[in-house]
């Protein structure tokens, strides 16, 4: 079965900082990786997918990394706004479903907080 | 070209009553997931309809059960509900089963008193 953690659960931090969450999980055998943003009580924006095949995605501030080997991914984010205040996911596709993974593992979160 | 629509978006319910919570997928999306939340945690697949059919199901009681019209808006119901059930209920729509374009909704929060 596939697991999914991420650390830390929270994280405060003064504005301008450069950051980095962190993303595990179990089986090394995912066809991608996903990392979402939550606003509270809100539903999920997606922030980057990293197939498989790649070892990073970059999207403004945000950039990704994927280690298969090591079941690790990492998200940095630089100079930190207020705005980036929001809970942060990180989800792989179901491992018995063989299909190109729409039906994903979540990990628990973690909750950011930007300080101006 | 409109998003993922979730109704209601807030609703209390009484110990073992049921209820069912809709979902309208994106236009030229065929393929509707839902997730439970629980407060704190992360979202949990609960069960995934394409092309009107269960295509996939997590670990969920039947109790929870769903449905997909042919215009590929669905249904969550949940029967004789717990106070564990109390939780934010997404849905996500994309086109067939790939995770090209896959578009959550704001989610219904369900209280369960």
């Known amino acids: 079965k596939q697991e999914v953690t991420q650390i830390p659960a929270a994280l405060s931090v003064p504005e301008g900082e450069n950051l980095v969450l962190n993303c595990s999980f179990t089986d090394s055998a995912i066809y991608n990786l996903q990392w979402f943003r939550q606003d509270p009580g809100k539903g999920l924006t997606s922030l980057l997918l990293i197939q498989s095949s790649q070892r990073e995605q970059t999207s403004g501030r945000l950039n990704a990394s994927l280690d298969k080997s090591s079941g690790r991914s990492t998200l940095y984010i630089a100079a930190s706004q207020p705005g980036d205040s929001a809970t942060y996911l990180c989800a792989v596709p179901l491992l018995v479903y063989n299909n190109a993974g729409n039906m994903l593992t979540f990990g628990g979160g973690t909750r950011l907080m930007v300080k101006p | 070209e409109t998003g993922v629509t979730q109704s209601p978006t807030h609703l209390i319910k009484t110990r073992g009553q049921q209820v069912t919570l809709r979902c309208s997928s994106q236009?030229?999306?065929?393929?509707v997931s839902w997730y439970q939340q629980a407060l704190g945690q992360g979202p949990q697949f609960i069960f995934q309809y394409y092309r009107e059919e269960e295509n996939g199901r997590g670990n969920f009681p039947p109790r929870f059960s769903g449905l997909q019209f042919p215009n590929y808006s669905s249904e969550l119901n949940v029967n004789a509900l717990e106070l564990d059930d109390s939780a934010l209920y997404l849905c996500?729509?994309?086109?067939?089963?790939?995770?090209?374009?896959?578009?959550f909704g704001s989610g219904t929060r369900l209280t369960v008193v």
């Open positions: 996500a729509s994309s086109l067939g089963l790939t995770i090209d374009g896959y578009t």
């Open positions: 236009s030229g999306h065929n393929t």
